[in-house]
C-alpha cells in the first residue's frame, strides 16, 4: 500500500481493491479487513463475532468473483435496514429507500471510485443512470455500515423514507452532480478531490436505540442477527 492512501480512509479502501484485483485469498482478505477498518461511528463487534463475519464475507467475496455467488442489490439492503429498524424499534428515519441507498451509493464512489466502482455497468456514467443494481458482498458491507453512520449523524438522511424522497432526493443528487464537476476539474488542474461527503451531528436518538438494543443482545442473538443479515442479503452458502 503507497504512503499517499495511508491516513485516508477512502484511498486505504481503493489501494486494498486495487491489490485485491488479483482475486487472491490472502488480498480479498487484505480488502476486508479494510472494510471493518474503516472509522464509524459505532463500536466494532466483539472481536469472536467480527472474525467469523470477516471469514463468511472473504468466502462470499472470493465466491462473487468467480461467479459462484450472486451479488448483492440494492433491494436486499433496504429490506435488511427496514426489517432491523422495526427488529429494534429503532426512530422511523432509521428506515431508508432505494433512492436513498442509491444516492448513497454515488457518493461513495465519488470518494473511492476503485472500491465501489467495481462491477458497475457502464464507464462515464450520468448519476445514478446505467448502474447495476447488484454489488459485490464487501462493497455492499461497506454502503451497508455508511447509510447507519449517515442515521446517526448527517440530518440530511434522519428522515422517514418518504419525506426524504420528497424533500432532499433531488437535492442530494445535485450535489453528487456537483462533487463530480468538482472532481473532473481537481484531476485536470491536478488538485485533490474534494470530499463528497459531509457529516453534521445532530441528535443522538438512535444511537441511543442502537446501544439499548445491543447492551439486550445474548451471544446467540447477536449470531442470530448476523445469520438474518446473511440471509437478507442472500449471502448464506
Known sequence: MSSSSQGNPYKVLDAAARDARQNDDSLVRALTDAVFAFPRM???????????????????E????????????????????????????????AKTSL????????????????????????QHMPVGGS???EMSPLQAVHLLNSLIDQKLINPAFQMEPAE????????EMERIKEA?????FSK???????SAIKLHKRNRDLQIALSQAGSTLSFLDAMNLVDEGFTALKLNR
Open 42 to 60: 459505532l463500536s466494532r463487534m466483539p472481536e469472536v463475532i467480527e472474525q467469523s463475519v470477516q471469514d463468511r464475507l472473504v468466502n462470499a
Open 62 to 93: 472470493l465466491a462473487y468473483r468467480h461467479r459462484s455467488q450472486q451479488g448483492v442489490r440494492e433491494e436486499d439492503i433496504v429490506q435488511l435496514v427496514n426489517s432491523m429498524a422495526d427488529k429494534l424499534h429503532a426512530p422511523a428515519y
Open 99 to 122: 433512492k436513498q441507498v442509491r444516492v448513497l451509493r454515488m457518493q461513495l464512489l465519488l470518494a473511492s471510485p476503485l472500491f465501489m466502482g467495481q462491477g458497475l455497468t457502464a
Open 131 to 133: 448502474v447495476n443494481s
Open 164 to 171: 426524504w424522497e420528497r424533500s432532499q432526493s433531488s437535492l
Open 180 to 184: 463530480q464537476k468538482r472532481l473532473q
Open 188 to 194: 485536470s488542474s491536478g488538485g485533490p478531490p474534494r
